[in-house]
């Protein structure tokens, strides 16, 4: 159980194009989903929570303009980078929690690999 | 200063050998202690969770929490080719849900 998918796993763009990433829970109902991004070598950075039906709370530094977040669903959530740059360029990784077994487990999805030429 | 501390490696180890594997952090409200493995290119998969100070063993892992000195470790024993991975350390506090990585160390079991 605790399946989390994200669509598409590797991605490639213009510069100056939208790209929209998909994360869905396959076996549970989210309550909350996370963003994160990760450079090479480097650790996992939160970008943003968010909350069934609710707007996503960004972290510092991140631009909610330029990563949109929408939990429409307790099994779907999207993350769209709009007017991707190169520096745009990074592996996205979701995670989500039921809220039913402890606010600290996370369970993650594969990743989204996001290069912007 | 980083929250979380993690040397990255890589740290090269026979197959069978025990691993230690370590984190420090400066936050003291920090409460939830966990362990990720990472495959390359793959998202990150829990190993095992602590609440505050103490051991916890699974099979062959077992991680330590030492609260007083904000240490945290991991060890595997009798380590396989199939650990080599990245191992993130995480954390959080008792009232939030963000959870806080450290940098991740690499690790590589020969055969």
């Known amino acids: 159980g605790a399946v989390v998918s994200q669509h598409p796993s590797w991605v490639i763009c213009k510069s100056g194009t939208s790209v929209k990433i998909e994360c869905r829970s396959l076996d549970f109902q989210a309550t909350t989903m996370f963003w994160y991004r990760q450079f090479p070598k480097q650790s996992l950075m939160l970008m943003a929570t968010?909350?069934?039906?609710?707007?996503?709370?960004?972290e510092q530094g991140v631009e909610k303009d330029k990563f949109l977040i929408n939990h429409a669903s307790l099994t779907l959530s999207t993350l769209t980078v709009t007017s991707a740059h190169p520096e745009d360029s990074s592996f996205y990784i979701c995670?989500?929690?039921?809220?039913?077994?402890?606010?600290?487990?996370?369970?993650f999805g594969p990743g989204t690999r996001l290069t912007v030429l | 200063q980083k929250e979380v501390e993690q040397d990255p490696g890589p740290l090269s180890v026979p197959e069978g050998a025990i691993v230690s594997l370590n984190c420090t952090y400066s936050n003291s409200a920090f409460q939830y202690f966990m362990w990720y493995r990472q495959y390359s290119r793959k998202g990150p998969e829990l190993l095992m969770y602590t609440y505050s100070s103490g051991n916890k063993e699974d099979g062959r892992f077992t991680a330590q929490v030492d609260k007083s000195s904000k240490y945290i470790s991991l060890f595997i024993r009798d380590s396989q080719p199939s650990d080599s991975a990245t191992y993130l350390c995480a954390m959080v506090s008792g009232y939030g849900n963000k959870l806080v990585f450290g940098a991740g160390t690499i690790l590589r079991v020969k055969s």
């Open positions: 968010s909350n069934e039906g609710s707007k996503a709370t960004y």
């Open positions: 995670s989500a929690s039921d809220g039913t077994s402890g606010f600290y487990t996370q369970y």
